[in-house]
């Protein structure tokens, strides 16, 4: 028992690592503020382009959202990172996770964003049309805002989705909070850093999920 707690819970082993591990928690919330404002606006300039007239268009942004949804986010990271060379595309780690998670995190808000605007009866947008709005004061104004309001547990839910995602950029090198953990864990031939970090992510989404969670039972009731 002493064995195991000293390879997974070694305090000294985690004081000496948390600086590195902090510095990797750095790298990872600065993904997560590039990515989940861009995944946010994506996914909803897809959500309001699959609604407009162009039967082209939709079926275009109808094949973007099953691919990327279908597409396991670590195959679409390697395809890029390792593919765009080919292309003559060059990008940094940090660039080439951020693109892979918009367009992973953008198909899936989207859809999110399609039910809630689905979930607004036409009704209200008949409504906002005869008082004088226009379209698009119609939707930043009525629509879209119901629309949130309505998924808005289920925003959350994959907002915390992509903040898991991020340790995939371990991948490429990037150092972010899991790559840190693990470059202490080859140095110091013990595991308590991948624990730290497992506490890190503990302590940021845990109260994020209970959040999403009375969000739901609010909506609910």
Same mark, same amino acid.
């Given at each position: 028992?002493?064995?195991?707690?000293?390879?997974? =819970?070694?305090?000294?082993?985690?004081?000496?690592? #948390?600086?590195?591990?902090? %510095?990797?928690?750095?790298?990872?919330?600065? $993904?997560?503020?590039?990515?989940?404002?861009?995944?946010?606006?994506?996914? @909803?300039?897809?959500?309001?382009?699959?609604?407009?007239?162009?039967?082209?268009?939709?079926?275009?942004?109808?094949? =973007?959202?099953?691919?990327? %949804?279908? *597409?396991?986010?670590?195959?679409? @990271?390697?395809?890029?990172?390792?593919?765009?060379?080919?292309?003559?595309?060059?990008?940094?780690?940090?660039?080439?996770?951020?693109? #892979? *998670?918009?367009?992973?995190?953008?198909?899936?808000?989207?859809?999110?964003?399609?039910?809630?605007?689905?979930? $607004?009866?036409?009704?209200?947008?008949?409504?906002?049309?005869?008082?004088?709005?226009?379209?698009?004061?119609?939707?930043?104004?009525?629509?879209?805002?119901? #629309?949130?309001?309505?998924?808005?547990?289920?925003?959350?839910?994959?907002?915390?989705?992509?903040?898991?995602?991020?340790?995939?950029?371990? $991948?490429?090198?990037?150092?972010?909070?899991?790559?840190?953990?693990?470059?202490? %864990?080859?140095?110091?031939?013990?595991?308590?850093?991948? $624990? @730290? #970090?497992? @506490?890190?992510? *503990?302590?940021?989404?845990?109260?994020?999920?209970?959040?999403?969670?009375?969000?739901?039972? %609010?909506?609910?009731?």
């Amino acid at each position: 028992m002493d064995a195991i707690l000293q390879q997974f =819970f070694n305090l000294d082993i985690m004081r000496q690592a #948390a600086p590195l591990v902090l %510095r990797g928690l750095g790298m990872t919330l600065l $993904v997560c503020a590039a990515v989940i404002p861009l995944g946010l606006t994506g996914g @909803l300039l897809v959500a309001l382009g699959s609604r407009l007239h162009s039967k082209v268009l939709r079926t275009l942004l109808a094949g =973007f959202i099953d691919v990327l %949804r279908a *597409l396991p986010p670590l195959v679409l @990271l390697i395809a890029i990172s390792a593919g765009l060379p080919f292309a003559g595309i060059r990008l940094s780690p940090f660039a080439c996770v951020c693109l #892979a *998670l918009f367009l992973n995190s953008s198909a899936y808000y989207g859809e999110v964003y399609r039910a809630g605007l689905d979930s $607004v009866s036409h009704g209200q947008w008949e409504a906002a049309r005869s008082t004088g709005l226009g379209a698009l004061q119609t939707l930043a104004y009525v629509m879209v805002p119901q #629309a949130v309001r309505n998924v808005l547990p289920d925003l959350v839910s994959n907002t915390v989705e992509v903040v898991k995602l991020t340790s995939l950029a371990s $991948v490429v090198a990037l150092p972010e909070m899991l790559y840190s953990a693990d470059m202490a %864990r080859s140095v110091t031939f013990n595991s308590s850093p991948i $624990v @730290l #970090a497992a @506490l890190i992510y *503990l302590a940021l989404l845990w109260p994020v999920v209970r959040l999403m969670s009375r969000l739901e039972h %609010r909506l609910g009731t």
